[in-house]
């Protein structure tokens, strides 16, 4: 049997396996927590995650999958209305109870007979915010490269524009990537090894630039104890 776990993009897989790697190194679980795949949803809209779950049904049976995830941003929604969007689009595809809360398991069964345990997560920093205000909270070294673009954003609230947090959680990450993380041979390399679109890099090469004891990451470790 195996574990899925369906994702909003690439970059959030790739941190969620990072994380996955951090339980399995740092708390005694038995036996220790496993996922077998990642679906990346690209973008999320209530279209999107029923046709993952859709086609997940399709092929659940093949795939023997035990256990089901599912990780979206929060944004600025409440965690109702995330949970409502959620199970409006699980009961399109499956029999199913409703989820009445993140980080619990309810049963759902496909047209062919297949039986699976689902529960879902959603990414937040204080109940709201995204992969990027995640990261923001959990950085780990020194960055007054990212923190003196606070100056920056009063400059351009003074002028009269804005810019929302959302886009400025983004750049703080991408600056603290890009100059607060990445060593001189890096630079040279900028947008491989020091950006988000080299994410990839940047999780198997300086996982140390977060820290993986941060409380803001309770949720996210208590979740995915449940694939143990």
């Given amino acids: 049997m195996s574990n899925l776990v369906i994702v909003e993009s690439k970059n959030d897989a790739i941190f969620m396996k990072a994380m996955v790697e951090f339980l399995n ?6 036996p220790p927590i496993y996922i077998d795949d990642y679906e990346s949803l690209e973008g999320l809209s209530e279209t999107k995650l029923t046709t993952t779950l859709k086609a997940l049904e399709a092929d659940l049976q093949k795939r023997d999958i035990e256990k089901i ?29 409703t989820l009445l809360s993140t980080k619990q398991f309810i049963d759902i069964c496909g047209d062919n007979g297949t039986n699976a345990k689902l529960a879902c997560y959603f990414t937040n920093v204080g109940g709201k915010g995204e ?12 960055s007054p490269y990212a923190d003196c673009l606070k100056s920056w954003q009063t400059c351009i609230e003074s002028q009269g524009k804005e810019i929302n947090q959302k886009e400025f959680d983004k750049f703080w990450v991408s600056i603290y990537l890009r ?9 040279k390399q900028a947008g491989r090894k020091c950006s988000m679109s080299g994410f990839d890099y940047v999780m198997k090469h300086k996982k140390d630039i977060w820290n993986w004891d941060n ?6 470790k208590e979740f995915f104890t449940l694939f143990c």
């Avoid at 992969?131 to 020194?142: D, G, M, V």
């Avoid at 100059?179 to 630079?187: A, F, G, H, K, L």
Wanted: hydrophobic fraction near 35%.
């Fill in 69 to 97: 995830g599912i990780i979206i941003d929060l944004d600025n929604d409440s965690e109702a209305e995330r949970l409502n969007l959620v199970n409006k689009c699980i009961k399109q595809v499956f029999e199913s109870e």
């Fill in 25 to 30: 190194c740092n708390i005694q679980i038995e």
């Fill in 179 to 187: 100059y607060d993380t990445c060593s001189i041979q890096e630079q």
């Fill in 215 to 220: 409380p803001a990451l309770d949720g996210l």
């Fill in 131 to 142: 992969l990027e205000t995640l990261l923001k909270e959990i950085k780990a070294i020194q």
